[in-house]
């Protein structure tokens, strides 16, 4: 047997001492017929991946592979795959590692997670010769690569649900959990009552596996089980009169969005006149002052005056700010009653992100432009668990109460009768179509309504465009 040149020795030795490296030989089978082998690439021949008849979950397929040279080589293996359904943001990746011994011909496996969706699936894979299997792998020699978008063949018995378009809720966008259609599925009917054993039936997968899905959703808190009766935590916006609603919404928009330009002139005017007699800070990047956030209008009337202040007493809290989220980060699951999925494609959805951070004390606004990233926080560290990665780092306001309030209600008295019509013709049409007014079904219509209004106060250039970035605040106290 030909010795190893020194390189790759030193190389082997490296890697016998990492444990956390999936030591894996090739198969030896003969090749497909549907398998072409590619030229050889410095020292690689490579055939190609058949990806078709893809189903749901995680399969397996090979491709062939040789290492022609005489070199100890390092392979890795991965594949990433992504609904095309919007709304559905994180990918499901799978990696593995091979070492491929002089000569050596055979095929590797490559494992593909195909997400529950009802809709085509992105499949992206890459083969790739490293140096280390650690290593980010964009540093490797990219032998073989496959992007297309794919059919995916998933149970008859769930076809009546595509037409549904199911979408995760507000917030839940973002939400991994809820990232695939099954997820959604299981969720409505739980929503509607049925039990694991209907469920299984349903969706055409054994009990003992609806069940564990079950218990995954339960540990999130995204399902209950009073009285040992399995329920879903959420709330499916469905059968309703979207028509009259979507009415409603157009009509309290137009006329929210001409009172809030006819108050925003006397603001304008009050503002100056506090200015100028020293009251509030004469400049807007005085963000700790108390009072440099009046001169930013977007969140002023986006965060605080919509949603901190009106949207507060319209979803039900009559004591301060609103929790939407559970805890104090905006990386958990709704709060008890706030949580939704979209069942009907009637159902339209709004941008806006309103979170009360009750752990700082900081009011966290967005409208869907940007995004924010969760993480696990370091061992005792007091930092949140969640950053904007999307858009601009939000600027921490001190907002002094006692010296802004004044100008705050010339925006907010005017809109306090259209936001309290809006509540009682909104209960109005629920009580006629026999129909729960939920926390959640105010939580989905207020979203709707305010994205709207500020969509149409920047189309009109009353705020200017800030839907990309989020903006914080906390009381001066």
Known sequence: MKKAPRRTTQLLKTHRLRTCIVMLSLVTLAVPANICAQEDSEGWSVGTLDISGLKWGKQTRRIRIANNSDDYRFLAVECETRSVKAGFVNPRVTRSNYIIFPGQEGEVRVT???????????????????????????????????????DVTFPETLEPYLSLKLRPGGALRYNETLSDDLQLALNLLLIQGKSAITISEIIGLQPEYVSHLIRLLTEEGLVTAPSGWTRSALVAIEKLPFSSLDSLVAQTTAHMSETITNSVKDYQKLHKELIADGTVAAYGDQAVEGTGILHHLYPVISGIVLWERLGSTFLGSDDGPVQLMKQSSPC??????????????????????????????????????????????????????????????????????????????????????????????????????????????????????????????????VIEDHNRNYFTWKSDE
């Open 112 to 150: 593909i997670d195909v997400p529950e969706s009802f809709s085509k699936v992105i499949v992206k894979f890459g083969l790739y010769d490293v140096v280390d299997t650690l290593d980010d792998l964009a540093l490797g020699e990219k032998l073989y690569e496959i992007e297309e978008t794919v």
């Open 332 to 461: 958990e699951y709704p709060a008890v009653g706030y949580g939704y999925i979209l069942a009907d494609p009637a159902a339209e959805d709004g941008r806006a992100y309103f979170h009360f951070d009750t752990k700082r004390q900081r009011k966290i606004f967005g409208l869907g432009g940007g995004k924010l990233a969760c993480y696990e926080p370091s061992a005792g560290s007091r930092s949140p668990n969640y950053k904007v990665v999307a858009g601009k780092r939000p600027i921490l306001y001190l907002v002094d109460e006692a010296r802004v309030d004044k100008l705050f209600n010339v925006l907010i008295k005017p809109l306090e009768p259209l936001r309290d019509s809006f509540e009682s013709e909104s209960k109005n049409i629920f009580n006629r179509s026999k129909a729960k007014f939920t926390n959640a079904h105010r939580l989905w219509l207020w979203n709707r309504l305010t994205t709207q209004v500020i969509d149409a106060l920047i189309k009109d250039g």
